[in-house]
C-alpha cells in the first residue's frame, strides 16, 4: 500500500507558475503520474515519470511549460507549472502504480491515487 498526499495548489494569475508536491508513503518504487480534472469533464493526464526518473511524458496542452521530476531519496514527486493558463484550473491528483512505458497517460494504469489539489488561475 501507498499513501500519497499533494500539496502546492492555490490561486495564480494567469502566467504565473506553481509547484505541486507529492509525498508517498512507504517504499516507493512506482511510476508516477498527474492527472487532473476540471468541474465537469473527466479525470485527464498531465504528466508522468517512470521510477528511476529517466522516462517522462506530458499531455500536448502542458508539454513546455510543466515538468515532472521526482526525489526518491525524499519519496517525492513534483510537478513544475510554468505559464499557467486558466485552462489549467482543476483538481490535481498524483497517482502511483506499474503502468508500462506504453501506458503511462492511462489512468485505469495506475492503482493509488491522492486526496488532489486544487489549482486556480485567474485570466
Known amino acids: 500500500q501507498v499513501q500519497l498526499v499533494e500539496s502546492g495548489g492555490g490561486l495564480v494569475q494567469a502566467g504565473g507558475s506553481l509547484r505541486l508536491s507529492c509525498a508517498a508513503s512507504?517504499?516507493?518504487?512506482?511510476?508516477m503520474a498527474w492527472f487532473r480534472q476540471a468541474p465537469g469533464a473527466e479525470r485527464g493526464f498531465v504528466a508522468a515519470i517512470i521510477w528511476a526518473g529517466a522516462i517522462t511524458d506530458y499531455a500536448d496542452s502542458v508539454k513546455g511549460r510543466f515538468t515532472i521530476s521526482r526525489d526518491n531519496g525524499k519519496n517525492t514527486v513534483y510537478l513544475q507549472m510554468n505559464s499557467l493558463k486558466p485552462e489549467d484550473t482543476a483538481v490535481y491528483y498524483c497517482?502511483?502504480?506499474?503502468?508500462?512505458?506504453?501506458?503511462?497517460?492511462?489512468?485505469?494504469?495506475?492503482?493509488?491515487w491522492g486526496q488532489g489539489t486544487q489549482v486556480t488561475v485567474s485570466s
Open positions: 497517482a502511483a502504480g506499474r503502468p508500462t512505458t506504453q501506458a503511462m497517460g492511462v489512468r485505469t494504469a495506475y492503482d493509488y
Open positions: 512507504g517504499r516507493n518504487v512506482y511510476n
